[in-house]
Antibody, heavy 113, light 110 residues
């Protein structure tokens, strides 16, 4: 069974940093593009970033460029999102997604003073 | 690319059909001949689940009452007979240029 388990969310002050992790199981992790998608409370879905199978290509939504970094460790079946210079508007449930088809349950990031 | 869904909410009697429109600001037809338009359903309290990929292909396990159609910039998701378990928010998404989602269409049962 395909599983994606996110972790690392929490409460952080504006300007702070957080690193999210997503561990995949039940599939060959290195074969898939991976993404982060977020959902602010009561709002719709917003794609944040994605990364190619070997990590050689990464893409970001404009609002996080220069602040967030997506990375992966295929040996550990893990996806990461390093989030720096966090803003109140980054508050959201962050989902890890395998390609287009499978999503984790999300980890909540709250940016507040 | 901006994705625009209509309507934003829908109230449907069980057993009746439902239809959601999604329009993109640019064509989603790629040079490989595929059109990169997807439909997701987010049930209350759950993660989004893939229903339809590349306009009209049902994902594994998706009931055949769900169908997708369209081309270029205009797409439609149809539910032939709505059931109680179909409630939630439906999103279209494009992946020809990065990824963007529509605003979502909330479907409820009358």
């Amino acid at each position: 069974e395909v599983q994606l388990v996110e972790s690392g969310g929490g409460l952080v002050q504006p300007g702070g940093s957080l690193r999210l992790s997503c561990e995949g199981s039940g599939f060959t992790f290195r074969n898939y593009w991976m993404s982060w998608v977020r959902q602010a409370p009561g709002k719709g879905l917003e794609w944040v970033a994605n990364i190619k199978q070997d990590g050689s290509e990464t893409y970001y939504v404009d609002s996080v460029k220069g602040r967030f970094t997506i990375s992966r460790d295929n040996a550990k079946n893990s996806l990461y999102l390093q989030m720096n210079s966090l803003r109140v508007e980054d508050t959201a449930l962050y989902y890890c997604a395998r390609g287009f088809s499978r999503w984790g349950q999300g980890t909540l990031v709250t940016v507040s003073s | 690319i901006v994705m625009t869904q209509t309507p934003l909410s829908l109230s449907v009697t069980p057993g009746q059909p439902a239809s959601i429109s999604c329009k993109s600001s640019q064509s989603l037809l790629y040079s490989d001949g595929k059109t990169y338009l997807y439909w997701y359903l987010q049930k209350p309290g759950q993660s989004p689940q893939l229903l339809i990929y590349e306009v009209s292909n049902r994902f594994s396990g998706v009931p055949d009452r769900f169908s997708g159609s369209g081309s270029g910039t205009d797409f439609t998701l149809k539910i032939s007979r709505v059931e109680a378990e179909d409630v939630g928010v439906y999103y279209c998404m494009q992946s020809i240029q990065l990824r963007t989602f529509g605003q979502g269409t909330k479907v409820e049962i009358k």
